[in-house]
DNA sequence: CGGCAGCTTGACTACGGTCAATGACCGTGG
DNA sequence: CCACGGTCATTGACCGTAGTCAAGCTGCCG
């Protein structure tokens, strides 16, 4: 951990997607890191049922946040983006509830979790922040309630593409018009309801149809326009959010 | 509004299901409180699109929580019932993205939206329970995905009647060995994502396995351990949850 | 070169959707 | 008091989307 990096010179911050901070907020936010830790490719972030010690903001890499049923049947509940806080419901309610798990090698900020409530004590605008946060992410779960109950399975392969494409643009990871895409055929039938089996037909007629091109682990767009009406997403823009 | 209940009074705080409140605590609280709003059934508490006011807390009655796609499906997100905070989402977010639609007449609490701030300001441990609310909201979301993602039919129906079940007993609305349930088989459907067809078919089977009886409004579960192994729901108790 | 993980394709099956009709139970008004 | 219309529940017949099983690919790493 000797080049943890400094909260002034995180990439993150200057990412447009993300509001800015004050001076005082971010000085605050650098005694509350507590350092840094990097997961390997395929690596467990968070694993479900274990007491979870911290909150993470991702300042690199991917990862997928799932959960296990009995059935030994795994639900993605959604993809993990730099810049994306990781652990705060088990922060919160005190136990991991999901595990999240690296897609590609993955450095994590680190903020100890006893120190969360100093937060709420000391930094109000930053615990409003928080609880912004999961609103927003609560809003996007909702989405993906819509699209596993209403929409078929084109519609959700197109639906979740067009998610993942914008949002890395937002983080401005294009490039050559095409965005990293590390995830697996098996994550995003799990993440969809969908067989394996199934999301690749899909994801070859798509790309027959000269939609999107998914090869080498790359995603490029080629028609943004009609993939968003497949997906019956509007063109509405991402929010910023609040980063921790 | 002559007749608004007092916090001191509010009947919600004595169940077991809710974190106690210190003297000081409910002393805000009712300086927070604004006034309250009765919805007749079938009205809208909020709506998608809309400019958000108030956050709610439910006093008596239920309602779903619903988003609509461009197509005219519906898709609720989540059942409401008494003590659940409603509009957290849009009141931190500024606009709501979903619509709460009352399905038994309906009464709440009403929270003026820009005292949220203050909140966080002057209470740190009630806005740390507002932000504990939304991580349990968002685990729920989890399951809910979990639950269209990998359930079958079935499975799906049995989900939804022993969380609805537990919850109502949890808030002692058990009598007689059964609870209200005014939800339509239509509100079910839309949120498990089934057609009411079929959702039918699954509930009369289930009915006539003699696991669970569904009439005049009212729940009676029969067989809750066998429909919870059905559910692949584990017998984990409900965990207790802060009320705002 | 062999082995493994992930992708692709085909053939068959079934779960759940659609369409359509009927029934039960209201509340309203003639 | 009963006819009417509305909403919700129920059932049958048929069909299509997506799951399952199974086999070949491809590309990568040891």
């Known amino acids: 951990m000797a080049e943890a990096t400094d909260c002034l010179d995180c990439p993150l911050r200057c990412r447009p997607l993300f509001v800015p901070m004050t001076e005082s907020e971010l000085a605050f936010q650098r005694r509350f890191k507590a350092g840094e830790r990097v997961v390997p490719a395929g690596g467990d972030i968070i694993l479900q049922g274990h007491q979870a010690a911290s909150l993470y903001t991702v300042l690199s890499g991917m990862a997928v946040r799932s959960m296990m049923l009995e059935t030994g049947q795994r639900q993605v509940i959604s993809f993990v983006f730099p810049g994306d806080l990781v652990g705060l419901q088990s ?15 993955t450095v994590l900020c680190t903020f100890p979790r006893e120190r969360v409530w100093e937060l709420f004590r000391n930094q109000p605008s930053r615990a409003y922040d928080l609880t912004w946060i999961a609103a927003v992410e609560e809003h ?9 109950g209403q929409r078929d399975a084109t519609q959700r392969i197109a ?15 294009e490039q050559d018009g095409s965005v990293p895409f590390p995830f697996r055929q ?8 969908l067989s394996v089996v199934h999301t690749n037909r899909v994801l070859v007629a798509l790309r027959n149809a000269g939609l999107v091109r998914l090869a080498g682990r790359r995603l490029e767009m080629l028609e943004h326009v009609q993939l968003s009406q497949i997906a019956l997403v509007d063109m509405e823009k991402e929010d910023v959010r609040p980063i921790l």
Chains 1, 2 share one sequence.
């Open 186 to 193: 098996h994550d995003l039938s799990d993440a969809l309801g």
């Open 159 to 173: 639906w979740a593409l067009v998610r993942i494409w914008r949002r890395l643009v937002a983080l401005g990871m």
């Open 140 to 148: 996007f779960l909702g989405e993906t309630v819509a699209t596993l």
């Open 91 to 105: 922060g919160i309610m005190g136990q991991a509830r999901h595990t999240v798990t690296a897609v590609t090698e």
